[in-house]
Nanobody, 117 residues
């Protein structure tokens, strides 16, 4: 059974930083059948892709976070991360990690990030 467990969300002031973690079990992130990413969602809006990573650790980012967010992975811990710097109020959302394998999507439970003025 695949499980993705996120942590690291919370309340932070604008211009601050947070690091989100997503620990995976039941699936090995580094296997080349997998792609993964971080999404976020605010009430009333669609979930949007923030950062994506291939099994070969090639990353892409949404324009809104480019230069501020960094996605990484620790294969020894089977965990992916989202380092978020220079946070803005508009980054406030529930953040979800995702792994896609063979057309199947697996999601974490979500972690709330609130950026205050």
């Amino acid at each position: 059974q695949v499980q993705l467990v996120e942590s690291g969300g919370g309340l932070v002031q604008a211009a601050g930083s947070l690091r989100l973690s997503c620990s995976a079990s039941g699936i090995i992130l580094s296997i080349n059948r997998n792609s993964m990413g971080w999404y976020r969602q605010v009430p009333g809006k669609q979930r949007e892709l923030v950062a994506a990573m291939t099994s070969g650790e090639v990353t892409t980012y949404a324009d809104s976070v480019k230069g501020r967010f960094t996605m990484s992975r620790d294969n020894t811990k089977n965990t992916m991360y989202l380092q978020m710097n220079s946070l803005k109020a508009e980054d406030t959302a529930v953040y979800y990690c995702n792994v896609r394998r063979d057309g199947w999507d697996y999601w974490g439970q979500g972690t709330l990030v609130t950026v205050s003025w």
